[in-house]
Nanobody, 118 residues
């Protein structure tokens, strides 16, 4: 079964760091390494927003609100994607989702909660 699953969320103080992991299953390496990967987030009462999009070539586009603080990386051998989040702010809180298009399907993980205390 093809699936994505996020982990690594939690409670952190403002200024702290977290690293989120998006683990994939059921996706062969050539498909994973050739696909684009996104991180989205959704705060309570707000629309889901794109945090970063990375294409298969490693080029990433970040939302202005997270530039220079967040970094996406990919481990093709493990078929995982990471989101390193530094200098976290209360406004970064929300549920974080990874998504990607594999096998002509848009796949989403269930999300992981990030809470930032001020």
């Amino acid at each position: 079964q093809v699936a994505l699953r996020e982990s690594g969320g939690g409670l952190v103080q403002a200024g702290g760091s977290l690293r989120l992991t998006c683990a994939t299953s059921g996706i062969i390496l050539s498909v994973f390494s050739g696909g684009d990967i996104n991180w989205y987030r959704q705060a309570p009462g707000k629309q889901r927003e794109l945090v970063v999009r990375e294409n298969y070539g490693g080029s990433a586009d970040y939302a202005d609100s997270v530039k220079d603080r967040f970094t996406i990386s990919r481990d093709n051998a493990k078929k995982r994607v990471y989101l390193q989040m530094n200098s976290l702010k209360p406004e970064d809180a929300g549920v974080y989702y990874c998504s990607g298009r594999f096998y002509n399907r848009d796949l989403w993980g269930p999300g992981t909660q990030v809470t930032v205390s001020s």
